[in-house]
T-cell receptor, first 110, second 118 residues
């Protein structure tokens, strides 16, 4: 499994955009980049995934570097409910398990 | 609520006792996963089932751990002769078959069972 490096923690003001970086320099060409988040006292939940192109969904956007060695999860307008631990997970197509790192703990300041 | 459910939510036991946890996945999901999470760490994969077949087990799953999914629906995770190091959150997740999930297989997690071994 590709190793990932994420900041241990980040802070952002409410209603401002948040950019959560992830380095995955050992990613293979067939690994998708998944992001999950874990709200306090809950199990993780899926946020978004991508392979090469930038992706958008109702929760977030995912910007993937051209060399695929890094990606950035973008929350366009953070709310207090976005306070969570965010995990970046390279995952090979067809690989059943998710390999979590320690993630980034995001704190939202009212 | 049609999400993944886990019972009990909390379990306190004494060292050496056996414990069993239950997971009820989303009904149409044929894949079921168990993970363990200790404080400050991300979840770690333990095992997964496709229907009733257990297809992969982590080396974290020692011989004191056993998981079953007898009818391809709910699953149980049993820990025998618990040790203090078993104290953790045990998470269950389920997903659709990859061919129905665009080959990605988003996993839906339950709230977890928190085990404390005294």
């Amino acid at each position: 499994d590709a190793k990932t490096t994420q900041p241990n923690s980040m802070e952002s003001n409410e209603e401002e955009p948040v950019h959560l970086p992830c380095n995955h320099s050992t990613i293979s060409g067939t690994d998708y980049i998944h992001w999950y988040r874990q709200l306090p006292s809950q199990g993780p939940e899926y946020v978004i995934h991508g392979l090469t192109s930038n992706v958008n969904n109702r929760m977030a956007s995912l910007a993937i570097a051209e060399d695929r060695k890094s990606s950035t999860l973008i929350l366009h307008r953070a709310t207090l409910r976005d306070a969570a631990v965010y995990y970046c997970i390279p995952r090979n197509f067809g690989n059943e398990k998710l390999t979590f790192g320690t993630g980034t703990r995001l704190t939202i300041i009212p | 609520d049609t999400g993944v459910s886990q019972n009990p939510r909390h379990k306190i036991t004494k060292r050496g006792q056996n414990v069993t946890f239950r997971c009820d996945p989303i009904s149409e999901h044929n894949r079921l996963y168990w993970y363990r999470q200790t404080l400050g760490q991300g979840p770690e994969f333990l095992t997964y089932f496709q229907n009733e077949a257990q297809l992969e087990k982590s080396r974290l799953l020692s011989d004191r751990f056993s998981a079953e999914r007898p009818k391809g629906s709910f699953s149980t995770l049993e820990i025998q002769r618990t040790e203090q190091g078993d104290s953790a959150m045990y998470l269950c997740a389920s997903s659709l078959p990859l061919r129905l999930a665009g080959g990605i297989g988003e996993q839906f997690f339950g709230p977890g069972t928190r085990l404390t071994v005294l």
